[in-house]
């Protein structure tokens, strides 16, 4: 099916399902932080949000799960409306090469992340957003809330008290990059912050819904501008570089497209111009990526010829 002509989502869709089922129990759940790990390994569901406003879904799209890693690229995109590039001063724009929580960089490199999607470089941007709005997880929340137009989504305190908890990396990861002078606020409240957009609870019909604007080149659901076409190619940019931890490489190889990666499971990618996509299944790879959401996203841009290349 070549990229220039019509698509058919729902066919497309069975096609990456069946593609996301034949990976079986590869992969396993992320255990380590224990409110994730009594979810179905098996479910699966994948959904397509067009920019003409047509939404296709599959499988379990729409049921809630955590979003994790997925809800930086929201954080990254508001911390860009509301300051420009001046977000780019505490946090780099390259690949890191290292697990998604690692502290080796940072002392080597004063402090300053590799990028806003590993951990550390979150945590940046969730700082700059709180000095900004005074309730970084509130704009996130807010923003998805809007965008999806579900007005019940919302943090799940379970998982959000279970990640502080065991988030002892996490706090290590905020308070060298606070000796290095590049947080504005106190760490416990970045950490709370942080804490909380991670554990937002959506499906994949909220997710594409919601990340449609950068598949719109920054324009919202409404109509207006959340950011300037420019930037909206920047962060696509950085999302295909960056979005899937040290494994960008191999997903671009793969699927083609920016994307953006939680432990939760969601994946969520755009296709400029056409639609944002979103699969979600459990199991991860040892990126901490998920297996069949990828498998899915594969399947759909190798049979609609539909990639940025």
Sequence with gaps: MPAGENLDYRLLLDAAAAAARATGDQGHVADYIPALATVDPDAFGMAVATVDGELYGIGDWEQPFSVQSVSKLFTLALALAHGGDTVWRGVGREPSGNPFNSLVQLESEHGIPRNPFINAGALVVTDRLQTMTGDAA??????????????LLDTDPIVAASEAEHGHRNAALAHFIASHGNLENPVETVLDHYYAHCAVSASCRDLVLAGSFLARYGVRTDGTRLMSRSEAKRVNAVLL??????????FAFRVGLPGKSGVGGGVLAILPGRAAVCAWGPRLDQAGNSVAAVTALDALTTLSGCSIF
């Design 241 to 250: 570089t960056c979005g899937t931890y040290d494994a960008a490489g191999e």
């Design 138 to 151: 509130g704009a996130v929340r807010e923003f998805l809330r809007r965008e999806s137009g579900n007005p």
